[in-house]
């Protein structure tokens, strides 16, 4: 079974920027939850989806914003970008809730604003 | 306000003994408890999960326990190999948030051969 897929990798923006990142849950997950990870803020929950439905959001301002497709497929999207959002960005899928299910994340899309 | 604790300190342990971590919170009452490793670069990856009914854990070299009148979880690596290096996490759920993960703040783990 394919595991989940971020891509890109790598992406460097410059402030002001806007950027998409994107990411595929493994078959048949319909859960999808977004993760922003720094040094010093560690792990934090950005939002999860669940079937096209945004379930749950982390404190995080309206410049994140996110959506789920039909085929559980995700991507979010950053607005007007500021150099404290360079991070690694991670993607979790699991079958339902991810409060009582093994996370499955992606290896992340590594952000760096200029 | 709602906590989760892991040492920052690195564990530095030699090859063979057992690394215990803990993970602490203050203000939860979660109903299940997550472990994950992290590597360098890379994402998570989940080891254990335990309920809050559950005493404790196991799998292969893996014991987790969860207390919930301390309010800590304990996870321990026996018989740890240098391969166990990584960064271990705690995650928690948060039934007054909609059940989200809630993520600590790691404890990075290093094995000497």
């Known amino acids: 079974k394919a595991g989940v897929t971020q891509t890109p990798r790598y992406l460097i923006k410059t402030r002001g920027q806007q950027v998409t990142l994107s990411c595929s849950p493994i078959s048949g997950h319909r859960s999808v939850s977004w993760y922003q990870q720094t040094p010093g803020q560690g792990l934090q929950f950005l939002f999860e989806y669940f079937s096209e439905t945004q379930r749950n959001k982390g404190n995080f301002p309206g410049r994140f914003s996110g959506r789920q497709f039909s085929n559980s497929r995700s991507e979010m999207n950053v607005s007007t970008l500021e150099l404290g959002d360079s991070a690694l960005y991670l993607c979790?899928?699991?079958?339902?809730?991810?409060?009582?299910?093994?996370?499955?994340f992606g290896d992340g899309t590594r952000l760096s604003i200029l | 306000s709602q906590k989760i604790e892991q040492n920052s300190e690195a564990l530095n342990i030699q090859e063979g003994k057992t690394a215990t971590l803990t993970c602490n919170y203050t203000?939860?009452?979660?109903?299940?408890l997550q472990w994950y490793r992290q590597d360098p670069g890379r994402g998570p990856v989940f080891l254990l999960l335990?309920?809050?009914?559950?005493k404790e854990k196991r799998k292969e070299r893996l014991k987790v326990t969860f207390d919930t009148t301390l309010k800590q979880s304990l996870f321990h690596i026996t018989a740890s190999q240098p391969a166990d290096s990584a960064t271990y996490l705690c995650a928690l759920d948060i039934k007054a948030a909609g059940n989200k993960l809630t993520f600590g703040g790691g404890t990075r783990v290093l094995v000497k051969p």
């Open positions: 203000n939860y009452s979660p109903a299940y």
């Open positions: 979790a899928s699991s079958l339902d809730s991810p409060s009582n299910q093994p996370q499955h």
């Open positions: 335990i309920r809050e009914n559950e």
